[in-house]
């Protein structure tokens, strides 16, 4: 039974520690994703042109990525 339970609580904590990573990586690209915009936004109209030569505005590649929503999704 103590084991069980031993079990069980490193299994929470294990879920927990990783439901904390998600929100921790989702906060980091929220804040990423607004970092890009206000360096755009204070670009002058030729410093953004020349930029846009080189790659798109407001284009995050993590935007298409697939991330998964659980743990077995995850270890998968």
């Not at 609580?9 to 929100?23: E, H, K, M, T």
């Not at 936004?41 to 407001?58: A, G, M, N, T, V």
Request: aromatic share 6%.
């Amino acid at each position: 039974l103590v084991s069980l339970l031993v079990n069980q609580g490193r299994a929470s904590d294990n879920q927990r520690l990783f439901n904390n990573a998600v929100i921790r990586v989702q906060h980091l690209h929220q804040l990423a994703a607004k970092m890009i915009n206000d360096f755009e936004d204070s670009l002058l109209p030729e410093e953004r042109r020349q930029l846009s030569k080189i790659f798109p505005l407001s284009f995050c590649n993590s935007d298409y990525i697939e991330a998964p929503t659980g743990k077995d999704e995850t270890q998968k």
